[in-house]
């Protein structure tokens, strides 16, 4: 059965975890997969999530099944965060929400979901995108192509050049959107550039897919999530994928979501239900334990208080990451200005390192990052910055 199976080829950013581990040397800095890791090198466990866990611990809570589309409370939460508390397609009913298995179980729920739809559509990812995107929708049964994004020379978007593409493209063309913190690069539109790029989408038809995995990472829960309201208030038909994985440390517990945007009650009736059978289908009802405590948190005050602040907490602490990693760059004499990087917003930049200065940061100094140049910044702290910069201005000499 088994004798013609092929080895499939290692996830290139999961795939060096392994290497990483497995690294004997004491100074290691793993800067490859995008996780948050807090001054002490650590992932935190909020405060806000350790109460809400007490509580729900002591509560003694029995353990059914779940909703097909999950927590009813945690989905009007996560409507509330993407769109806003007054939001009016809320109040019309217009937004469906199913509880997810983290932001991939979105993308992946969405993905069927419209493969069932539209099944001819070509699906367009940004060049450079999140790898599981492209893997994501070709398994769903999409032909993906890219769309021009990241422009090295100026470490900005190549904007008419991405214009130019979403207006070559059918009318029911898929076009996965980085609502903020584009993953790998850093590199977000600018708010006028967005009103751009909805008036497109609307224009030519196109169906916009937007994955929003770092929100609160940015500038803040309600700046970052300005594209999904901009296409709200365009009243598209549009799909966001969210994710809780990062903005509440609970990567590991599966907490995201998806929601539709529809043109009436009635269609999000219909919707909801094709929703739940794709769900059914894959894994019948979502987990109980991450969905309780985010859905604790978002509908506590108190409670909601301290996640804030701690989301806080953790975007300030990258943003002075950033400015650090740029000023001891300088000061360690790199011949290149890093100045771009306080530009970055969220976990990641495109730091412009080639694949072999990459490959000789891991060899010579145990620093691992992705073989395209792109850096974890929230994996910098304030114990391993010295040897990073000094190791990066070594290697690009
Ligand atoms: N989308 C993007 C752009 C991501 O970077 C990630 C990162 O993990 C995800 C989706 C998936 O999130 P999750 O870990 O919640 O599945
Ligand atoms: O890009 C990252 O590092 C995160 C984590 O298949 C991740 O989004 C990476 C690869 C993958 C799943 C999650």
New binding site residues.
Partial sequence: LFSAVELAPRDPILGLNDAFNADARPSKVNLGV?VYTNDAGRIPLLRAVSEAEKARVAAATPRGYLPIEGIAAYDQAVQSMLFGNDSALIKAHRIVTVQA?????A?KIGADFLKRLNPSAQVAISDP??E??RALFEGAGFAVVNYPYYESATHGVAFDALIAAFESYARGTIVVL?ACCH?PTGVDLTTEQWRKVVEVVAARGLVPFL?I??QGFGDGIDADAAAVRLFADAGVSAFV?S????SFSL?GE???ALSIVTQSADESKHVLSQLKRVIRTNYSTPPTHGGMIVSAILNDSALRAMWEEELGEMRTRIRTMRTSLVEKLRAAGARRDFGFVSAQRGMFSYSGLSAQQVDRLREEFGIYAVGTGRICVAALNTRNIDAVAAAIAAVID
């Fill in positions: 995008g298995l983290g932001g991939t179980g993308l995108s999140w599981n995107h980085h993953n994955d995995a770092y994928s994710s809780f994985s990062k990567y599966r907490v995201g």
